[in-house]
Structure formats: C-alpha cells, structure tokens
C-alpha cells in the first residue's frame, strides 16, 4: 500500500511513524517531509501548500491514500482535488474545512447545532465593533474570522487593547483578508483540552484527549507559539466527559453540517475549556493538532490505517481504535528566539541515543552534508510513553538532555498542571 502525507513538521512525522508501524507495513512518500520523515518515508520536494503539483505528482503515482496535515491546503481544496481524480484522502473537503478556515461559520453551525460555546458578536466594521465592546466584560477575546497562523487571537485585558486588536485587523488588515471581519467573544475560564475526533460524514471515535501548551515559557508566559509540548490524556477531560463531548459537540457539527449538505470526512478536533461554566467550546479545527498528535497517536494501539480508510468509506466505529493505557509527554524543543527571529542551520546532535519508549519527532529539520540540522522555530517534539504521566515525564526530559543545538529551548513543565490536579 502507498501512502502520501502532506506535511513537513512534528505532527507530520508522528503520522508517518504510526502509520509505518500498521501491520501491512506501507510505503509512504511524505511532501515536503522533514530529516525526520525521510528516515521512514521518501520525501517529496513539493510545499504542503502546492495543491496542483501534490495533485500532479499524485495524478503520476497513485497513492492507495492520502493523508492531510495541514490546515491550509484542507481549506485550499486539496480533498475535493484528490477526490475528483479518484485518490482517496483522508481529510475534509474544502467546505467542512471551514469549520477551522472560518471561526464566524464555526459559529453559525455550533450555535445552529446547540454546541456549547462562548457567546460573541461578529463585525466587519471597526467602528460598530469597537462601539460593542460595552457590552462584554473584561477581559474580552478578539478573533480574526479567517486562518491567521495561531495568530489571530487576542486576550485583551482592557478596552483599548481590544479597540487596538479590533482596528489592527479591520482597518490595517494585519492578518489580511483572514481579519477582514472579526469575532467579539466573552472570556471563558478554566481548563483547556483537545479533543481530536475521527469522522466518517455520520459517525464519530473519539480519540485520547490530550492538552497542549502555547505559551513560550514556563508557568504560561510569555507570547504564543505553536504548541510546546502536550501530554494525554488530560486529566480534566474525565472518562465520563467522553460521552458527553461526544453526543454534545462533535456528533451535532457533523450532523447539522450533513444537514447542509456538507460531509465532514477526517478528524475533527475540538478545542475545549472546561470550567465553572462546564465544556465550551473555543474552536474547531479541520486537522490532527500540532504538537498533541506526537502525544496521541503513540497512544493508538494495533493498526491505524484501517480507521482512516473507514473515515472514507464511512464505515467507523469503535472497534477499530485501540487506545493503549499507558500515557505520553511531549516536549518540544524550539530555536532560541523563537517564535521571534531564530537561527537555522545548526547542527543537531544526539539524536542517536535512543531511550526506550521514547520517540524524538522532527518538526524543523533538514539534512544538510551528512547532518540533521535546524530549520524551523520548533525543531524536535520528544515522546516519552509510559504506564504513568509523572514517569513519561521525566523519560521525555531524559531523552531531551541528550540533545543538543545552539540555543536550544524548550520548556522545564510541560503536564505539571496535570500533575497537580
Ligand atoms: P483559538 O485559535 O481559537 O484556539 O484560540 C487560541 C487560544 O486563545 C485558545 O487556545 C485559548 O487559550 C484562547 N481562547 C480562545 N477563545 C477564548 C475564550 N473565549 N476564552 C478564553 N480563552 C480563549
Ligand atoms: N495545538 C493547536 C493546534 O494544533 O491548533
């Protein structure tokens, strides 16, 4: 069986490592891939954006299946594509993808389908905007309506940080068309958790909750990144929530979608915070997350492509995921500077020194001469799996102190909030 895996970072390299452990053992293709990718995979030099040369090249070899990272090419249309050449993709069509591509029609489906979630008011117009912004309480939550690259959110903490977020994106088009309405939402406290959900247009497994870390520094400060680290499960999301997330959150969106006419086919992953106002949701994405896939999917057991093929066929359910009980830590290690200006091209070393149990998932690397070197702000995501998260813990860090580049950070916490609870 031939496999493509569009994507080149950490969650990309965690799909091709599970998927090269299913018993059919595939041969896998991963674009653009990464140093890491290409020990397992042979990469294809084509950006995970490039829908028409993926399509070329898949048109050229004929992959048994396609596997989407990335949330850009998804909201480009690269399923439709593919599907309309007879590749089969796992992956939502371009009209499902805008549940993550279009934060105000998330909103329109989730409050259309009765999911749980922070009440807010959308605005193309900053001066009607900022006029609302009396009646929210502080802090008031900002969003850009399109894909800003994680960073189209703004907490602000008072009024005139939220006119400023508010006119940056509508009048000085910071995040361009992407900002060119916005989302005035109430604050939500509480716990955040991810819920990564597959999806066969009808039916729905959920997969381990896991909870991801955005901040730059410990104890959450600092700006946002990409996520460095995450760990699964989370123990907020309690087993009995499981259900719960299901009936309530995922299997309405799916519904009120199909309603429309819109069938969602691949993961759906819900954004929680769980708190005194019980489960809200934050957002929805279209993809597997980055970096809780690196936690996550070493926690699926037996074979994973089978459920993915299911997706397609709409023919999921329950039996076909086998969640392992131990739990993962992941912990990122990022570029000094990042997510600001950061060095690449640093050589990389110790990524022999294999610890059992433990993965190093590349997510900014490339070989350059003979070595692995940086090329990317989060550069390696360490998984530790173990039968406690206190010792995979401590087993990711281990492995992480093997490692070693120029500037190398990463942060000394990840999952001690959920040691703590
Ligand atoms: P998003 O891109 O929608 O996931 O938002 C990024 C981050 O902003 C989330 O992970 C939360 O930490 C935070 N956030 C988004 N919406 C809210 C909200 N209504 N209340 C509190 N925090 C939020
Ligand atoms: N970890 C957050 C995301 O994948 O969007």
């Known amino acids: ?167 940056a994106m509508l009048v000085d088009a910071v995040f361009g068309s992407a900002g060119a309405q916005v989302l005035i939402e109430d604050f939500l406290d509480g716990e955040e958790a991810s819920i990564l959900a597959l999806v066969d247009g009808e039916n729905a497994v959920i997969l381990p909750s896991s909870q991801d870390h955005k901040r730059i520094f410990d104890n959450d400060q600092g700006p946002n990144t990409g996520g460095m680290g995450a760990y699964s499960p989370a123990p907020v999301v309690t087993p009995d929530l499981l259900p719960v997330i299901k009936e309530r959150v995922i299997l309405p969106v799916v519904r009120e979608l199909k309603r429309r006419g819109i069938t969602y086919k691949g993961v759906l992953y819900a954004g929680l915070m769980i708190g005194p106002r019980g489960i809200n949701v934050l957002e929805f994405n279209a993809r597997f997350g980055d970096p809780e896939t690196q936690a996550v999917l070493p ?32 912990v990122v290690m990022a570029a000094g500077g990042y997510p600001g200006n950061y060095a690449k091209g640093n050589v990389i070393s110790g990524l022999g020194n294999a610890l059992p149990d433990t993965v190093v998932f590349h997510a900014g690397t490339a070989l350059k001469g003979g070595s692995v070197v940086t090329s990317g702000g989060r550069v390696l995501a360490v998984t530790a799996l173990s039968a406690d998260l206190e010792t995979a813990v401590a087993r990711a860090y281990e492995a992480v102190a093997k490692i070693s580049f120029d500037a190398a950070h990463y942060r000394t916490d990840i999952a001690h909030r959920a040691m703590k609870l």
């Open 299 to 330: 926690r699926i057991g037996g074979d994973l492509i089978p459920a993915l093929e299911a997706c397609i066929d709409g023919t999921l359910h329950d039996g076909l995921i086998n969640v392992r009980p131990e739990a993962a830590a992941t």
């Open 1 to 167: 069986m031939k496999i493509l895996v569009v994507g080149g970072g950490g969650r990309e390299h965690a799909i091709a490592w599970r998927l090269s452990q299913d018993s059919c053992r595939p041969v896998l293709f991963c674009a653009p891939g990464n140093a890491g990718t290409a020990a397992l995979a042979q990469n294809v030099p084509i950006p995970a954006e490039d829908v028409p040369a993926l399509l070329a090249w898949a048109k050229a070899n004929r992959p048994d299946l396609t596997v989407v990272g990335p949330e850009v090419p998804l909201c480009m249309g690269i399923a439709d594509a593919f599907e309309a050449e007879g590749l089969r993709v796992f992956g939502p069509c371009k009209a499902a993808a805008r549940m993550e591509g279009s934060k105000l029609f998330s909103k329109e489906i989730m409050t259309a389908a009765g999911v749980p979630t922070a009440r807010s008011l959308a605005f193309a117009d900053a001066d009607a905007a900022v006029a609302a912004l009396d009646g929210f309480a502080l802090p008031v939550v900002i969003k850009a309506d399109g894909l800003a690259a994680g960073k189209g959110v703004v907490i602000a903490q008072t009024r005139e940080e939220a006119a400023a977020a508010i006119r």
